[in-house]
């Protein structure tokens, strides 16, 4: 009897070592990756302090890249890190709270410059188009885009503000919609009709839906637990019935044309079914079992590494759990390869607000389309994916 309790007593130090020794791995692996976000943030010549680099290559002429002083990935970045940053360890917390610092403290550049709560794409002092696009930006200042409603919600949330600055440009969003008076004109015949909100802040630009977005949209409504209005329920009726027809992925580049890949909106989906009070998007909960099975056929024929962390981060909140499919567990993601990926998060794409029919052929073509890099964020999306499979705290 002695014998077989020593036995036992050895088996169980065994595993307790063992299992310290993986936890002080994977503690060691989320520094690392850390160090290696915030070493980008501070090699950005030619942007401003603290916006993480990135860089926008032509899709016609991939060896045309240029840098992309934008604000969009420093805020996703903020955003995912501040996610998971209590369940860190100390050293962890202190090292996301100078990124953190760091990224935030040139937001202001980006901010309407009338003063108005909405963000750009880029900087507002100083109005561009496409910076370092040579002699495009002759036309910087009459051409310039106006706020969206995409970095909008993703600076705000990335900022904490308060609840009573999230129920203010809420209201302000009602005022940019799809109505009878300016009606959208470039989409699907199913949402022709629906008052769902547009990407864009001007009163000049046309009506403009992109199911990504507004995934985005709903979920910082719903991470602040603010009121709906019944342009968020038509929002959520366009996302909803995109997926019931499998329009999110015969049609990404047409329902989503900024982001335009069904990973990405699959990954946005994931984020809007994981935001805050979930009580209103009970239409999409019950489609999670659905949204599972593409993400594991896509799993099974993705190529690319970040496109497989993007899928793979998804199908957890869709209810998936690890499974040879999944292929998900970072350590059999290649880091370098994640990093310097060359699968777009997001796409400019010129030809997204022509009306159709000319709209969807267009939005094809290569000429048409800039497409986004930012290794700082791809890093994060690894990280994230990491903390969901296995908790760095633990």
């Given at each position: 009897m002695k014998r077989i309790q020593s036995i036992l007593f050895l088996i169980f130090c065994a595993l307790v070592v063992r299992g310290n020794t993986q936890s002080s791995t994977d503690t060691i692996w989320s520094y690392?990756?850390?160090?290696?976000?915030?070493?980008?943030?501070?090699?950005?010549?030619?942007?401003?302090?603290?916006?993480?680099?990135?860089?926008?290559?032509?899709?016609?002429?991939?060896?045309n890249s240029k840098n992309d002083p934008n604000v969009f990935f420093t805020g996703l970045i903020v955003h995912t890190l501040k996610k998971y940053q209590k369940l860190c360890t100390p050293y962890q917390q202190g090292l996301i709270?100078?990124?953190?610092?760091?990224?935030?403290?040139?937001?202001?550049l980006f901010k309407n410059k009338s003063g108005r709560d909405t963000y750009n794409f880029w900087r507002t002092d100083t109005p561009q188009i496409f910076p370092n696009a040579g002699w495009l930006n002759t036309f910087d200042?009459?051409?310039?885009?106006?706020?969206?409603f995409d970095d909008t919600v993703i600076l705000l949330w990335a900022q904490e503000v308060s609840r009573e600055r999230a129920s203010a440009i809420h209201?302000?969003?009602?005022?940019?919609?799809?109505?009878?008076?300016?009606?959208?004109?470039?989409?699907?015949?199913?949402?022709?009709?629906?008052?769902?909100?547009s990407t864009w802040f001007g009163k000049k630009m046309p009506i403009d839906f992109?199911?990504?977005?507004?995934?985005?949209?709903?979920?910082?409504?719903?991470?602040?637990?603010?009121q709906w209005t019944g342009s968020d329920s038509a929002s959520l009726q366009l996302i909803t019935t995109a997926i019931q027809n499998n329009w999110h992925v015969?049609?990404?580049?047409?329902?989503?044309?900024?982001?335009?890949?069904?990973a990405v909106i699959m990954y946005h989906l994931a984020r809007l079914i994981s935001?805050?009070?979930?009580?209103?998007?009970?239409?999409?909960?019950?489609l999670k079992p659905a949204l599972l099975n593409q993400t594991d056929s896509l799993l099974a024929i993705s190529t690319d590494p970040l496109e497989k962390v993007l899928l793979s981060t998804a199908r957890i909140h869709f209810g998936g759990r690890h499974t040879a499919v999944a292929n998900a567990t970072p350590q059999t993601h290649d880091q370098a390869a994640i990093e310097q990926s060359k699968y777009p998060f997001f796409i400019a794409n010129m030809a997204s607000m022509l009306p159709n029919p000319v709209k969807r052929p267009l939005s094809k073509l290569a000429f048409a389309k800039f497409e986004y890099r930012c290794p700082a964020y791809n890093l994060a999306l690894l990280w994230e994916n990491k903390?969901?499979?296995?908790?760095?705290y633990k």
């Open positions: 690392q990756i850390l160090t290696k976000i915030q070493a980008l943030q501070q090699t950005n010549t030619g942007f401003p302090p603290g916006i993480f680099p990135s860089t926008r290559v032509y899709a016609y002429n991939k060896n709270h100078q990124i953190v610092q760091d990224g935030l403290s040139s937001v202001g200042k009459s051409q310039s885009l106006p706020d969206d209201d302000t969003m009602q005022l940019y919609v799809s109505t009878k008076g300016k009606r959208v004109k470039n989409t699907l015949t199913a949402f022709a009709t629906l008052p769902a909100y992109d199911m990504a977005v507004l995934c985005n949209v709903l979920s910082f409504v719903n991470e602040y637990d603010i015969t049609k990404a580049d047409f329902i989503a044309p900024h982001y335009a890949k069904p935001a805050g009070n979930q009580q209103n998007i009970q239409s999409l909960l019950v903390h969901l499979y296995v908790p760095l």
